[in-house]
């Protein structure tokens, strides 16, 4: 009765899962990736990348803006007015080290300084502030506005990245979904074969033609089936788990059902676009990219600090415009003006030798990362297009031997119903028919994972 009851639950078990696989709704490829790229949260955090890259572009824009200053100073004591200041300022900087600069002052006061003091109408001023080495063609603004404009590309190579990673390993997990679900349509062949073999050898058993022992193998051959169903069920149901990693909706995560189901695994996922230069494939790939653009700022930042070799001098020169109660506009004239300079530079120049030396050490280790980066592309691209063409062969060469441990099975099957065969070599047959369909799916995925390493390694995974 335990044996009738097994054999019973195998074929419920077969029939339930044919009915909830026609019942089934398929996860398209495209539409699974179209998901992710639209809701996953690390897709959403690639796309802050270019919203960092735009704010550090603004900020860099910054140093150049206009900037207006004024102060207010007034001292009164023992019924006197000591002195009452008012000053204000505006500076215009530019690319080159040189800055607009204008102002107004007005003084007044018993005790205030006579350089500093003007008349009631107060006194305006306008000039350059330059500066003459240090500065003038390399300077902070220029540079960290070069750096922003740099930071940019690199933006959106950090956000290539980030995407090609999370679809390659979503890409993966689909797979690995496809592999096992079809796995488990292999299996329950197997089930049904081995159910029907032990109904048949159970029959032919209470007629007298089987024996026992028979009866027991062919029993045993349906609990291994059984076995197998049970291990791929667990590792299906892992690789549906980690599906649903990458499965959001409405910043959400999704419960995958178990009427839901991949393409087959025969479907064609992948396809390689053209033929392209290897070595323009390399340079192609954002991670490759991104440690350009990081070399770029390093060379930015190292003139710089070049420049800071150089002494300061920063020459001033202000024209000085007054007015008077005959003229609201200032009268202009060439002898009245403020001029001046500043020079300064470090005696020994340790501090800015040491941060070129040390600028010097990142480039030159950043240099190293990406040759060695370009290396190991160009060894996985070649690598792939090797292994994809070795992986072609053998779909092609165990598809034929899948036909053929077919033929065998039905030609075994023959020969058992006639009495001419045993359940032993029977088993054997129907062994290396369904270990040969699950290696043929096994390699038909590997070779689509080959192909999608390719693609990774090439940057063309994400097509748009």
């Known amino acids: 009765m335990k044996i009738i009851g097994r054999c019973f639950f195998c074929w419920f078990l077969f029939i339930s899962n044919l009915h909830a696989q026609s019942q089934a709704t398929i996860i398209n490829y495209e539409d699974y990736l179209l998901n992710i790229l639209k809701h996953h949260p690390v897709a959403k955090q690639a796309d802050l990348k270019t919203d960092l890259a735009k704010a550090k572009w603004l900020n860099a824009k910054g140093n150049f803006d206009p900037n207006l200053s004024s102060n207010w100073n007034q001292k009164n004591f023992d019924d006197k007015l000591y002195y ?8 215009v900087p530019t690319r080159l080290g040189i800055d607009v600069v204008g102002g107004y002052e007005n003084t007044s006061g018993t005790f205030l300084n006579p350089e500093n003091k003007t ?24 540079t960290v506005l070069k750096q922003a404009k740099v ?12 995407l090609n990673e999370l679809i390659y390993t979503a890409s993966f997990a689909y797979l ?21 073999y032990f109904a048949n050898t159970k029959i032919s058993f209470e007629n007298g033609e089987k024996t026992a022992m028979d009866t027991l193998e062919a029993r045993i051959v349906l609990q291994d089936a059984l076995t197998l169903f049970q291990a791929n069920e667990s590792a299906l149901s892992k690789s549906r788990q980690r599906l649903e990693n990458f499965l959001w909706l409405d910043e959400k995560p999704v419960e995958l059902k178990t009427n839901v189901l991949p393409q087959v695994y025969s479907d064609t996922l992948f396809v390689i676009q053209g033929s392209v230069a290897i070595a323009n494939l390399v340079d192609a790939n954002p991670i490759l990219l991104e440690k350009l653009n990081k070399q770029s700022i390093l060379e930015i930042e190292q003139k710089l600090k070049r420049e800071k070799l150089k002494p300061k001098l920063k020459a001033k020169y202000n024209p000085l415009l007054a007015t008077s109660d005959n003229s609201i506009a200032p009268n202009f004239s060439t002898s009245d003006y403020k001029w001046g300079f500043e020079f300064s530079m470090p005696l020994f120049l340790r501090s800015e030798r040491a941060n070129i030396q040390e600028g010097e050490i990142k480039m030159k280790e950043n240099f190293l990362d ?45 020969k058992f119903q006639y009495g001419e065969s045993s359940v032993f070599l029977l088993n054997k047959r129907q062994e290396k028919y369904i270990n040969g369909q699950m290696k043929l799916i096994s390699t038909s995925i590997k070779q689509q994972m080959e192909v999608l390493n390719y693609l990774y390694y090439t940057n063309d995974l994400i097509v748009d």
């Open 176 to 196: 690995e979904w496809q592999k096992y679900m079809a796995f488990q349509n292999v299996i329950q062949e197997n089930i049904e074969i081995a159910n029907t």
């Open 370 to 414: 990406i040759q060695n980066k370009r290396n190991e592309l160009l060894n996985k691209i070649e690598n792939s297009l090797e292994q994809q063409s070795i992986l072609e062969q053998q779909v092609a060469l165990q598809t034929q031997n899948v036909d053929g441990y077919r033929q065998l099975l039905d030609g075994e099957n023959v």
């Open 84 to 91: 009452r200041q008012f000053q204000a300022r505006v500076e």
């Open 151 to 162: 930071f940019q590309e690199m933006a959106l190579n950090q956000q290539q990245a980030i």
């Open 119 to 142: 008349d009631s109408y107060g006194l305006w001023n306008v000039g350059l502030e330059a500066n003459l080495l240090q500065g003038l063609l390399v300077n902070e603004r220029n």
